[in-house]
T-cell receptor
């Protein structure tokens, strides 16, 4: 079993749609959680950190359920520019700073 | 300010040759990480440097891989006797300590082993 698992993609949605990405992690010692975005042939960039209380940044909402070891990302009113691969990322507290990445879910937003 | 830089951006080499990949982290960042991303695969952790502590080498796939970080700044990842399966994009990231802080990635070095 992979340490971080994400929905397989790709997701193809029209502009304006709401899209949800799901992610599960296996290590209960995981302490920090993130969503990164990676554009084609580019480096990953932090989209948002994920907090236990849930957090929102404009059209993006992230949720964390520690009991279920589940993380989600919701994108509302999707834009063409949201097309990218979304990476669920976990930092296990007792393993220093290394990040464990999910395989990523590709999103394609069409006009 | 300047981000993480890596060189070269592309490297093509023949099987069996040694290669060195360089990473310049963001100034003041104490933590430096190497990852690799193979075609169609997720990012795979290789090695992590934090300040003056011993590096976490737990992700290095074989003893052909090594890395050093001189003076707490620039890092070099060396792959000896390259194999075709080493072909990947090698990404470097840096962050302010402690663990859990945002990691900023460089543009990567695309390595192709013929």
């Amino acid at each position: 079993r992979k340490e971080v698992e994400q929905d397989p993609g790709p997701f193809n949605v029209p502009e304006g749609a709401t899209v949800a990405f799901n992610c599960t992690y296996s290590n209960s010692a995981s302490q920090s959680f993130f969503w990164y975005r990676q554009d084609c042939r580019k480096e990953p960039k932090l989209l948002m950190s994920v907090y236990s209380s849930g957090n929102e940044d404009g059209r993006f909402t992230a949720q964390l359920n520690r009991a279920s070891q589940y993380i989600s990302l919701l994108i509302r009113d999707s834009k063409l520019s949201d097309s990218a691969t979304y990476l669920c990322v976990v930092n296990v507290g007792n393993q220093g700073g290394k990040l464990i990445f999910g395989q990523g879910t590709e999103l394609s937003v069409k006009p | 300010g300047a981000g993480v830089s890596q060189s070269p951006s592309n490297k093509v080499t023949e099987k069996g040759k040694d290669v060195e990949l360089r990473c310049d982290p963001i100034s003041g960042h104490t933590a430096l990480y190497w990852y690799r991303q193979s075609l169609g695969q997720g990012l795979e952790f290789l090695i992590y440097f934090q300040g003056n502590s011993a590096p976490d080498k737990s992700g290095l796939p074989s003893d052909r891989f090594s890395a050093e970080r001189t003076g707490g700044s620039v890092s070099t990842l060396t792959i000896q006797r390259t194999q075709q399966e080493d072909s990947a994009v090698y990404l470097c990231a840096s962050s302010r300590g402690p663990p859990g802080n945002e990691q900023f990635f460089g543009p990567g070095t695309r390595l192709t082993v013929l």
